[in-house]
């Protein structure tokens, strides 16, 4: 009887590797968990889109959950996500924070005059020194960062109502929570 | 007709050019401080892998983010940092993705030693496997006094 059992071995070994593989089939290699998650945003000191004077720092940005969205106008994708930041805008969840990720200045603001601007401030990240801090691949990215400035979540590619729907709501629904509990809003 | 052996030639030639450029990698006009260390640059930028294409290493790769990381690695080694300093910037920005060869760590144990340990386990099930065969084989060859008499007799009557 035992030695029955014995010869089972090999196709327990099969049966087992087979799901794994047959899971990776549907794995997206472009989904790369980032390196950032858990960690604060990286120290920067740029200008704002629309006023070279204005500065902001990554200090600017703490006090609120908030949606960070690296964007360009030569981003097709970006252009496909921009209604729905729109919406998500209209509906005042929490601030929007654009990083026009090595774009040119005067095109970007060109850009949000004709389609609308979701931002709540505008970070004119013209060398990609912030996106690279950020570990960015390409536009759009966007990351949940709570309100201690900690980066929560990172999602690349363009959100949608899916997107928004069975993950980001969820978190941010979380994050404010925990963040009414410290005492900011 | 001479003219039209120089067009051709032309012809040849502009098309080698052309295809070469098709397959050229990227060439950056960074200058080193060294040769020693554009060497070392060169040979850490092929050992990084870039995210957004990913079965590239960061010299093939002509994306964006995969020159910003080059130019990176360059300035980085020009700047004095060590090899690891340099690794430690990209993982914590990008991931242990970057890396073409893992690190060896809890996490990838399996990756590191699972060959091994196959290995063995197969050796290990070749050696019981050639040991068993060859005790078989010699319980046939013994056969007892009573068997080997009643052989011997058969044989004898067989011969005549």
Redesign the interface.
């Given at each position: 009887m035992k030695k029955r059992l014995v010869l089972f071995i090999p196709l327990v070994l099969f049966l087992v590797m087979g799901v794994f593989l047959y899971k990776g089939l549907f794995l997206n290699?472009?989904n790369?968990?980032?390196?950032?998650e858990g960690k604060p945003i990286p120290a920067f000191q740029l200008e704002r889109l629309e006023d070279r004077g204005d500065l902001i720092t990554n200090e600017s940005l703490k006090g609120k959950v908030s949606l960070l969205n690296v964007w360009a106008t030569w981003c097709p994708s970006c252009k496909y996500e921009h209604p729905y930041l729109m919406r998500l805008a209209r509906q005042d969840i929490l601030p929007i924070y654009g990083i026009n990720y090595?774009d040119e200045r005067a095109m970007a603001i060109r850009e949000l005059n004709r389609q609308g601007d979701p931002y709540t401030v505008n970070i004119f990240d013209h060398d990609?020194r912030l996106g690279?801090?950020?570990?960015?691949?390409?536009a759009p990215e966007s990351y949940l960062v709570d309100h201690n400035g900690i980066i929560r979540y990172r999602y690349a590619g363009p959100i949608d109502q899916r997107v928004w729907n069975e993950t980001l709501f969820p978190m941010i629904e979380e994050l404010q929570a925990a963040a009414k509990l410290d005492g900011a809003s | 007709m001479n003219k039209l052996i120089f067009k051709f030639l032309g012809m040849i030639l502009l098309s080698m050019t052309l295809i070469s450029s098709a397959f050229a990698t990227p060439v950056d006009t960074y200058e080193f401080k060294s040769v020693d260390k554009q060497k070392r640059a060169l040979e850490l930028a092929h050992s990084l892998r870039c995210?957004?294409c990913?079965n590239q290493n960061l010299i093939d790769s002509n994306s964006?983010?995969a020159q910003?990381?080059r130019l990176?690695v360059y300035q980085m080694v020009d700047a004095g940092k060590a090899d690891d300093e340099i690794i430690e910037f990209m993982?914590?920005?990008?991931?242990?993705?970057v890396l073409y060869k893992p690190r060896m760590e809890a996490k990838t144990y399996a990756l590191w030693l699972g060959p091994v340990a196959l290995l063995l386990f197969g050796l290990l099930i070749g050696f019981f496997f050639i040991r068993k065969q060859r005790i078989t084989e010699v319980d046939e060859q013994e056969l007892s006094a009573e068997d080997q008499k009643e052989l011997d007799k058969l044989l004898k009557r067989a011969d005549k």
């Open positions: 290699p472009q790369l968990d980032s390196a950032l090595r990609g690279l801090d950020l570990g960015v691949y390409g | 995210p957004q990913q964006p983010v910003d990381l990176e993982t914590s920005r990008y991931g242990e993705f």
